[in-house]
Nanobody
Framework: QVQLVESGGGLVQAGGSLRLSCAAS????????MGWYRQAPGKQRESVAL???????THADSVKGRFTISRDNANNTLYLQMNSLKPEDTAIYYC??????????WGQGTQVTVSS
């Protein structure tokens, strides 16, 4: 089993920054790709950014140049640095971890609210 605990969400004005963290514990040796997803009210959950165990990153077009995913393997922590936040970034942000056999774990989510 893997446990994921997100933190760092909150209320911020447009143009501001937040840094999300996701602490992983448990059988983390079986984890390969990790990522951040978000779900806004009335919308489907969408991928924001992914990072492989070797550090290859992908970011959604909507956040490229503003958000950066990173991973500290020594401390089993995933990060999402979010700059130049927009009201449309308002959502619940979820941490995701994919096991080597493709089983997926989810965190409980952290709310990000961007005011205009």
């Amino acid at each position: 089993q893997v446990q994921l605990v997100e933190s760092g969400g909150g209320l911020v004005q447009a143009g501001g920054s937040l840094r999300l963290s996701c602490a992983a514990s448990g059988s983390i040796f079986r984890i390969s790709t990790m990522g951040w997803y978000r779900q806004a009210p009335g919308k489907q959950r969408e991928s924001v950014a992914l990072i492989t165990s070797s550090g290859i990153k992908t970011h959604a077009d909507s956040v490229k140049g503003r958000f950066t995913i990173s991973r500290d393997n020594a401390n089993n922590t995933l990060y999402l640095q979010m700059n130049s936040l927009k009201p449309e970034d308002t959502a619940i942000y979820y941490c995701n971890a994919r096991r080597t056999d493709s089983y997926i774990y989810w965190g409980q989510g952290t709310q990000v609210t961007v005011s205009s």
